[in-house]
């Protein structure tokens, strides 16, 4: 195998890999804000015109009950840390994309 159908092999697999990761986070940022997918469930006009799904009715929520919220004061130790703590994502975040970057440059020479 030559090195340029090597190169183009792995980038290939790297390309399906992150696809099917994307999907596969997705289903699961939905699946935890609105709750398991059901299969065939959700779309019912996969199933036929003769096929009847149950529906149900979903419980009404009770309203919340009111609460007093105390301004947070200027520039608290959690705030502080929060902040750094960004920061500190940013910064790790923009080493790790030159690191790739870099990375796949040494893999394409």
Not at 12 to 36: C, H, K, M, N, Y
Request: aromatic residues 8%; without cysteine; proline residues 9%.
């Amino acid at each position: 195998m030559s090195r340029f159908s090597r190169q183009v092999l792995i980038m290939v697999l790297l390309i399906v890999f992150s696809i099917f990761f994307g999907v596969d986070l997705a289903t699961r940022g939905v699946e935890r804000i609105q709750g398991p997918v059901a299969g065939t469930a959700a779309r019912p006009h996969l199933l036929g015109p003769d096929a009847q799904t149950p529906r149900q009715e979903a419980p009404k929520p009770k309203p919340p009950a009111p609460h007093k919220v105390s301004p947070v004061s200027g520039d608290t130790l959690i705030n502080r840390i929060a902040n750094k703590t960004g920061d500190l994502l940013q910064i790790i975040a923009y080493h790790g994309i030159k690191w790739v970057v870099s990375f796949f440059s040494g893999l394409m020479r």
